[in-house]
């Protein structure tokens, strides 16, 4: 791969507990930040996730899943237990939520190289105490790093509603890239049309915003145009971590193209729509894969260039 910035993903890992109509209860390792930076990994890229994991089963599972794709896995060390969340899966797949997290966040030693692409998103920017630490970091990697951002709405975790709102347009007026779906943007604000709303935080900051909608496809917001692409056709298995693997396969797409780092910052900014089309061609076949098959598991590089160059969605 000619060009592997360093990229690090602050934010939680929860083990998702996945219950489904008439079959056993089945624990896989989840959180929004934590799936991305897999994700990312197995399409080697160079990644680092600083987050809190519990001395406990359930971290011993996740921090062994991470590490099989080469993540590089830095802790708090604050021993909290691993955070869990209930999957309620419907005859389609579909996925609802159940969350038994905390989110405390404490001092990390990164050493190393220094990150070109910082991501974030979820339950660790909108849940206290953590979320004013992963804030303030960001505004001090800025300077030196691109920004993403996923708020990953889940409404049982994000607490007064307006407050919700402001620490969201926070991180969006941070951030280069942010990614949304339409329910997160509906939840957010329920009196405007999901598009509005993504055109309207791509004139707070961002250089970019991504609308998924699901089965419908996504859409990538420049000033002054739009790009949309569909979604591949998929059996579904069940949509845990689609919207992760949409935002590792954009973030793989832009890094090819040399679009993340403070240097790329420019180049970003001045996007064109052909480019985007293929980042965003990128993100869907990546989700596609991964609602193909049962829990967060994205694709590989060689399972995404083969749906890239039309192949079959691989199941398993």
Known sequence: MPDSP??????????DIVRRPGAPDRTHPGGSPANVAYGLARLGRRTTLVTQLGPDPDGRLIEEH????????????????????????????????????????GPVERGGEPPRHVHTGSVATALDPGAGTVLDL????????????????????????????????????????VKASDEDLRWLYPQEAPQEAAERWLRSGPAVVLLTEGAAGATAFLPGSAVSTGAPPVRIADTV?????????????????GLLGAEGRARLR????????????????????????????????EELDAVLAGGSVPER
């Open 270 to 301: 001045s996007l064109d729509t052909t480019v985007l089309g293929d980042v965003l061609r990128h993100a869907v076949a990546s989700a596609a894969v991964t609602v193909a098959r049962a829990g967060a598991l994205p694709p590989d590089l």
């Open 138 to 177: 960001v505004r001090s990697l800025r300077e030196r790093a691109t920004v993403s951002y996923d708020p990953n709405v889940r409404p049982a975790l994000m607490g007064d509603h307006a407050r919700a709102v402001r620490r969201a347009e926070r991180f969006v007026a941070l951030s280069d890239v």
């Open 66 to 105: 991470l590490a099989s794709a080469g993540v590089r896995v830095l802790t708090d060390g604050s021993g909290a237990p691993t955070p869990t969340a209930t999957v309620g899966l419907d005859d389609e797949g579909r996925a609802t939520y159940g969350f038994e997290i905390t989110w405390t966040l």
């Open 241 to 257: 971590g689609a919207g992760d693997a949409f935002m590792s396969g954009a973030l793989h797409a832009l890094a090819s193209y």
């Open 6 to 15: 360093a990229l690090l993903v602050i934010g939680e890992c929860v083990a």
